[in-house]
């Protein structure tokens, strides 16, 4: 058996050197990623030998693998996986947790450790309870062909969540304390990532000040925690299921000088009202316009907005880094989609988007970490209605997205951006 698995590596190995010998002056010259997490012990964000050899031979990302997942990784938390689209989206409880705390007088975060899943001891005066002082992010790791397990550009969310303490007056969690956190949770959680194809491993870290403080002002103590929920479908149906959204021109998400270019906690309870407003109309939620003009496009309520039009394909722009202007986050999905379609042929722009653009549009979708690339299928604002019908549910432009980053995600394609992360 042994000598099978080896000499079915070397011919994959050759095969997949020989389909990328062609290609790989289009691959980045510096040739490693910039991130990498093995093993347990610590995290290093020094490539290894074989990041080396395959970053040389234009294949950042790709991971070729004669026996598959380790046997104590297997996905084993339900009984049925077919079970998981019933209950209700991020409803089931796994077993670990991460905390780390940053204690009053100290000069930066502790050492971190596992704990199970369970309810935090908090103040009520902490400040995150009181002043809604606390940044969150959203990530998944998802399983392989072969069983294994990655996550999808972590080193953006951990970017995101420094430039978010900053702008909340929090102590930024460092790069690799958040990356090995993030590996240690997904690995002691790893019976409940789903199998191939069978939805995904949602991650959710969250930085609070939980620290008491009555008096506004920033928290003297402050907790950094990963905890992780098995999911499928964000909307109901299947991924390409196109979903129906509402122009909604009485509330606004965010205004410039705001928080809108942070994943703040307080940015999210306001948009429940206009969410269930949608809801109870038949909708699946809203999109917003720019709160000063109420004429171009901004977000969805829980992801960003791509509309095409022939080969062009328009998302609103943003300056990034938390820039006090911006009232649109920086995606980590969005980022990737717009590279992905560059590289498709498509010509990309980040401007301003007309609300008019959108009914001459050939195509739209809504991109994010929870939705991934969800087709829209009906807009409406008043009496006015578009609706886009394509067979399978999404149009070309969204199909070859959709298929072209969920197979990096998953490592079913070669991920010449490096951005794909194996934790085992």
């Known amino acids: 058996e042994a000598v099978f698995f080896a000499v079915r590596y070397a011919m ?6 020989a389909l990328l010998v062609g290609s790989a002056a289009a691959f980045s010259p510096a040739g490693v990623p910039s991130l ?10 020094a490539p290894s030998s074989s990041a080396r050899r395959l970053a040389t031979e234009g294949a950042r990302g790709l991971r070729l693998t004669a026996v598959g997942a380790r046997a104590d990784h297997a996905p084993t ?16 409880d796994a077993d670990m947790m991460y905390v780390n705390e940053f204690k009053e007088g100290a000069t930066e975060w502790g050492k971190g450790e596992l704990r199970p899943f369970g309810p935090l001891a908090v103040s009520p005066k902490a400040g995150v309870l ?19 397990i990655v996550v999808f550009r972590p080193d953006r969310n951990a970017e995101r969540t420094r430039y978010g303490c900053e702008r909340l007056c929090m102590p930024p969690v460092p790069k690799e ?59 109901k149906g299947s991924q390409m299921t196109p979903i129906s959204l509402r122009i909604e021109d009485q509330f606004s998400r965010a205004a410039p000088g705001g928080s809108g270019g942070i994943k703040a906690v307080g940015n999210y309870a ?50 990034g880094s938390g820039n006090s202007e911006d009232t649109i986050l920086e995606g980590v999905t969005r980022s990737s989609v717009i590279q992905v ?17 959108l009914w001459d549009a050939d195509e739209a979708f809504t991109v994010g970490t929870a939705v991934v690339v969800s087709p829209i299928g009906r807009v409406a604002h008043g009496e006015k209605t578009k609706k886009w019908e394509f067979e399978g549910g999404a ?19 070669p991920d010449p951006y490096g951005w794909t992360v194996y934790l085992d």
């Open 177 to 235: 304390t958040f990356l090995k956190a993030v590996e240690d949770v997904v690995l002691a959680n790893a019976k409940w990532v789903p199998p191939f194809g069978q939805g995904s491993l949602y991650l959710r870290p969250l930085i609070i000040g939980t620290g008491p403080i009555l008096g506004l002002n920033t928290a003297p103590s402050f907790t950094f925690l990963v905890y992780v929920s098995p999911v499928g479908s964000y909307f």
């Open 395 to 413: 149009g070309p432009a969204t199909s070859k997205i959709y298929n072209t980053l969920t197979g990096i995600q998953k490592g079913s394609v």
């Open 270 to 319: 306001g948009s429940l009202l206009p969410q269930s407003k949608a809801k109870k109309a038949g909708f699946d939620n809203v999109i917003y316009l720019d709160a000063a003009e109420k004429k171009y496009l901004e977000e969805v309520g829980t992801s960003n907005i791509f509309i095409v039009k022939g080969n062009r394909i328009y998302t609103p722009g943003l300056l």
């Open 341 to 357: 379609a560059k590289d498709a042929g498509y010509t990309v722009e980040e401007t301003r988007v007309p609300l008019a653009m």
């Open 130 to 148: 009181n002043y809604g002082q606390g940044v969150f992010e959203g990530m998944k790791a998802q399983r392989t062909e072969d069983g294994r």
């Open 36 to 45: 990498r997490l093995a093993g347990r012990a610590a995290v290093s964000v």
């Open 12 to 17: 994959m190995r050759k095969c997949v050197v």
């Open 77 to 92: 938390g339900m009984a049925d996986w077919a079970d998981l689209g019933k209950s209700s989206w991020g409803s089931i």
